[in-house]
């Protein structure tokens, strides 16, 4: 199966978010490719403000049914989060709880003025009323499998087709 | 036994794990895996930047009943207990159980069955009793979660766990320590959950110094080295973990006094000074200045006192939030 091409969705979202980061603009990635994504938007839309990182292990909403994540990193919001235009940055778009766990933690950081969502690929299926407004682009992923981000020692950053 | 060789099974087992070897209880650092004891210090550390945020908390716990238990005082392990539990987002109730239906002849197992009845899920228990927790965690449901917070003689878990994530934070490996355990270790439950953390984390070199009244016969077995001179003991420490006198677990005479105890095994920054350069103090609290540490010590440039007890807050949350979800 053909997967979409990770650098070419990446450098057409920095495209189309030139005009929509100003120089106040906050962003943040979430663990651990959303991060990745995020480290190149940032890089190359030359954001003033340093990067954020969220790991949303403490906010998940399986953590009754599948327990604390094995491996917890920390988050850092390296900014204060009140008042300000943010950028949330993930690989993959799917059910959309993990952006639900990530707004509610940046929530406890502070009150943003808006959050707005950045998805390298949104795969549907979701089951929140959660909608990204930069896609890179849309891709339906067979069922059973999972559509992940990887980055080379290159940095260079490629999509792949995992059993779920 | 069974035919199966089945209670073999189930009396081999660590009563601490579950059936898929998931941390049900902590008890004791004895025999727990390292692989355990690793995943709750690094999550612990993801924990510490929860408390600079303006929200001082995570909903991990939300709807979950955490009983403090404390058959004995303590002011400060009960507190720390209760605020991690709440910036877990947990309902806590403290009972002081000294005050209670123990007083008016309820049993240890009665008083933990009528709590159960009132949806208890996680019981931090401090008892004068060696064993008291373990002895709570066979007789509970099994959805249920019990933490020990000191036993008797006997475990200290998360103070040990605390002390060696203080000493990974300052020292980061703990391939090459020598740590020094000075003063009380006879009566003290926090020296050995210290020294079976430190083993299980392969410091080669744990030592522990003070008169020979005060320690335990046989605590060679252990896997230290004994020093009942302090000047000795220190030379070359990397880390120099002061006890308390623990006055009140004394029967009988076994020091002269505590002037005669500040002479001989009291840290001075002259017998500091013994130990490398970069040597970190600790001490579990409360002190007694002048017993066993003296006040430029405790207040020095090497002491990492009072971080323990920030690191001790989010240790409590990490082993919380670990077993709440297994």
């Known amino acids: 199966m053909q997967l ?16 929509a980061a100003g120089p106040e603009t906050g962003m943040v990635g979430i663990h651990t490719g959303g991060t990745w994504l995020a480290e190149r938007l940032h890089r190359e839309l030359g954001l003033a403000l340093p990067l954020g990182a969220l790991d949303i292990s403490f906010y998940r ?26 950028l949330l940055v993930d690989d993959v778009l799917y059910t959309g709880r993990t952006v639900r766990a ?54 260079r950053l490629a999509l792949r087709l995992d059993d779920a | 036994m069974a035919p199966d060789g089945s209670r073999c099974a ?5 009563p601490q794990l579950n059936d898929k070897g998931e941390l049900q209880h902590l008890l004791t650092l004895e025999g727990l895996p390292r692989e355990i004891i690793v995943r709750i210090l690094d999550t612990a550390s993801s924990f510490l930047g929860v408390t600079e ?30 605020i991690a539990a709440k910036r877990l987002s947990a309902d806590v109730i403290n009972l002081n159980i000294n005050t209670s239906s123990t007083a008016k002849g309820e049993t240890l197992l009665d008083t933990v069955d009528n709590l159960s ?22 007789h509970v449901a099994s959805h249920l979660h019990v933490i020990n917070a000191g036993d008797g003689r006997h475990a200290h878990p998360t103070q040990g766990l605390l002390d060696a994530y203080t000493i990974r934070h300052y020292k980061k490996d703990f391939g090459a320590l020598v740590v020094a355990i000075v003063g009380d270790i006879l009566h003290s439950r926090v020296a050995r959950s210290l020294i079976h953390v430190l083993n299980i984390l392969g ?35 990397d880390v120099v973990v002061m006890l308390r006198l623990q ?36 001490h579990p609290g409360p002190m007694n200045r002048g017993v066993e540490i003296d006040s430029a010590v405790a207040d020095g440039t090497q002491s990492v006192i009072l971080p323990q007890v920030t690191f001790g807050i989010a240790v409590r949350m990490a082993v919380m939030s670990i077993l709440g979800g297994n």
């Not at chain 2, 238990?69 to 209760?82: I, K, P, Q, V, Y």
């Open chain 2, 10 to 14: 189930w009396t081999m087992r660590n």
């Open chain 1, 4 to 19: 979409p091409d990770a650098e070419a969705l990446c450098a057409d979202l920095v495209r189309r978010l030139r005009g």
């Open chain 1, 61 to 86: 909403d399986d953590y009754r049914k599948s327990g604390l994540h094995k491996s917890v990193r920390a988050s850092k919001v390296p900014f204060d989060v009140n008042g300000r235009h943010l």
């Open chain 2, 247 to 282: 006055n009140e677990r004394m029967r009988g005479p076994l020091l002269p006094s505590a002037q005669e105890f500040f002479k001989y095994y009291g840290l001075t920054p002259e017998k500091l000074a013994l130990a490398k350069p970069d040597a970190i103090v600790m």
């Open chain 2, 203 to 237: 410091t080669p070199e744990v030592r522990v110094i003070g008169p020979q009244t005060l320690l335990p016969t046989g605590v060679e077995s252990l896997g230290v080295r004994v020093f009942h001179d302090m000047r000795k003991g220190l030379a070359g420490a």
């Open chain 2, 117 to 138: 009845a009132m949806h208890a899920d996680m019981f931090v228990v401090r008892h004068a009793q060696s064993g008291a927790a373990h002895m709570i965690a066979r």
């Open chain 2, 53 to 82: 945020r303006e929200v001082k908390k995570v909903p991990l716990l939300r709807g979950v009943s955490v009983f403090n238990l404390f058959f004995e005082n303590s002011t400060r392990t009960r507190t720390t207990f209760e």
């Open chain 1, 102 to 155: 990530a707004m509610n933690e940046l929530f406890d950081y502070g009150r943003p003025e808006s959050i707005t969502l950045v998805a390298l690929v949104d795969r549907g299926e979701r089951q929140l009323p959660i909608c990204a407004q930069y896609a890179g682009t849309t891709f339906a992923v067979p069922r059973g499998k999972m559509l992940r981000l990887d980055r080379d020692g290159a940095g």
